[in-house]
């Protein structure tokens, strides 16, 4: 029987509503089997996962890319120990933040619902298949996973273990579906099937996310870039401002919260920017700065329109001296990706001020752009990063994966 | 100079910025001098309004058609009024739910914000541009307003009585967009602008939205039908049942929240279906009975599949008996519109399961789907009805316009 995404999908949201009306503990008892069958399967897992990684070096693959696919016994455990972490978080399900008597007598409340069926789309990491099945599992959501070729054996592997969970529970298989043919085809049809799937999540490269955005009728949540920006104010601690700088752009360069830029404003310049400058050459951060912050920097190039807007996920930041805290939001307005924006400042009505001014999904005062993830907001495990702001903006945990119906309890009222 | 769509949509997000940093005040203000400015400007207004009556009328247009465009002293009033109540309304910019203290040390709260930039593409009826101005502005978004060919002289005139009071507050004029030329290739471009536009959100009939939901590449909030439920439980209270029957399906038959079909369940048939046979005859209402119901309604014809999918908006109805709550739960999955379902029955657990397993957007136990709208479930004026799960789900009022963003203090914390 050849496989019909159309028809999967259809099955999905059959077998959503399933999903949709289980207690939180059922819920939690199919995550707690799912991870605990993942360890016990592990040899099977372990030899597909072998399966994918020949696969790669003989295609050739950088080997950073077939770094990202391997899994041993240690990666498992921590797939596991993150769906039973999962598990123990609040289901946000059912619940009813308030209930109003209205004029007429009804009584209306919301009430939080799954969003029926979500599409992930992603690219080589096999942990991605767990993650986002228990993310949509604990929200109550079918999920349709397509992942990456490369990863095509060990997500199957992967699958095995939620299926049998599933089966144990008596809940229907198609509640979660692995897409077993990772054709571009199939991708493109998934893409338009709005009539059975509620959201599209792509997850990896900006091509990929650009393309899903650009094809897709179904509803796409979308992370591009962050171009994180810190504004250093006049009246910044200048060692908070180092430690920002430097837990922002030096301990994680490849993570989108990294800093990209940063903005100083000019009466605090002289006497920071030596500082900056002794901070990034230890980390050997290469620096692309405006004319008039240049000299501060041995070996600095000139910034160019290219460097306001560039994403680096390297060790090079550009920076910019701006003459007041206008012009920093002003930059900030022009070149931002929504992503994350930092000050650092004393000044309480700046800071107070800079908070209500930027509008991006993420905005700081005194803390480091490296915050600006799930676990460390709040949220439990995280789904994604949106940069648009339409349903979540910012990291995204399992009460993104949820929508709120309307509430009415009436004894006969009818309406005027 | 010609009109840009692409450049007018750019500076509608420059705009964006200053409107989002305006305080509930100021916004107040600006809506009721647009208020007080319609009035003003009556003489200016109908004047433009009688060129459109005038062109629809020697374009043949139907008299209804022709009395959706008509403007009068009573109906600026009542526009007018429309926009002192979005006033008078609370506004949702800048609340922070609650802000919780994590591990790190930090703060974080998500602060609500506007949306950025909506367009609004609609058909016929002129308060629509004034409408939807007032409930974008309020909740300081930017808005882009282009409607239908027939009404675009009442249109330009009442915009200028917003140009007039934004000019007074001294608010970038593109804070309000009227596409002066209703051109179809002006709509399909402001359709790929996903870099200035957030939201699109079209109102008319179902190939409108189809359309503009096929073809854009901004999310776009769909409302495409309402095919509402009522389903009558062998434990329904008989009164109720014909009070909502009654009022669901005759009030105004042409509302997306009447009822379209009606399910009984088979051991209140008998004495139940007698009683709104001659309710629905008085009223007029043509049935479309299942086969065991048919016997019960002089002249009912038999209902086909197309008739549980039928949205009538007509005196008509159909009607199917069920075996049990889980047969009309059944129903209900298969050919709902996510809009609104109602139960009736005066059993405790019933309604709850009801309540619970209907993921529809509005959901009632013995009230009236007439209830449906956002005014009377306490959303003040309604920019649309959401039929889509993601952002929002229902009647959307001015929070449906806003989303959040997280909120970071800090005292100069890093990450580990």
Redesign the interface.
Known sequence: MTFSMADKAHQAQIAS?QL??LTSSEKNSILNRIAALILHHEDAILAANQLDISAAQQANLASAMVDRLRLDRSALEKIAQAVNEIAGQSDPV?SISKI?R?P?G?E?GK?R????VIAMIYESRPNVTIDAAALCLKAGNAVILRGGKEAINSNLALAKCIEQALQEHKINPDAVVVVPDPDRAIMNELMTL?QYV??IIPRGGEGLIRFV??NS?V?VIQHFKGVCHLYVDDAA?I??AL??L???KA?RVSACNALETMLVHKDIAAEFLPKAAALLKQRQVKVHACEQSLGYFEGATAATDEDWHAEYLALEIAIKIVDDFDAAIAHI?LYSSGHTEVIVSQDYSRAQQF???I??????????S???DGG???LGAEIGIST????A???MGVESLT?????????????A
Request: aromatic share 4%; charged share 30%.
């Open positions: 509503r949709a009306r059912g109003e209205r007429s009804i209306v009430m619902i799954p969003l029926g709005n509620d959201l955005s650009e009728r509803p601690d060692n908070k430690n920002i430097d837990n922002g301990q307005d908070i209500r001014s509008n991006s999904a993420v905005v700081m005062a005194n803390a480091s490296r915050f600006s460390e907001l709040g648009s702001k339409l349903h903006y910012g990291p929508t709120e119906k309307f509430v009415v309890l009436g004894d006969g009222e009818v309406r």
